[in-house]
């Protein structure tokens, strides 16, 4: 009988889903990931390479939810109709 692959990356356990892209994740699926990923390099648990791991996705997690609040300034900024002053600063 043949072996299922799962499409797992060489070295993920292949019993835990994938990761979706932090591109695809909404503000608040972001933050909430983030906050778990701090939660749990805090803690120590784990090897050097799952912190990095962790770290690694933390990055991201955190650049993608600046996009969501960067755009969010934008949007604001358009609706007001008024362009960026040092009062908004």
């Keep these: 009988m043949a072996r299922e692959t799962t499409g797992a990356p060489a070295g993920q356990d292949p019993a835990v889903p994938p990761l979706p892209d932090p591109a695809a994740l909404g503000y608040e699926q972001a933050r909430d990931e983030l906050v778990t990923i701090v939660a749990r390099l805090e803690s120590g648990a ?44």
């Design 46 to 89: 784990g090897t050097l390479e799952e912190s990095l791991a962790l770290w690694e996705r933390g990055e991201a997690l955190a650049a993608r939810c600046q996009e969501w609040l960067d755009g969010a300034r934008a949007r604001l900024t358009a609706a007001r109709g008024t362009g960026t002053t040092e009062e908004d600063e």
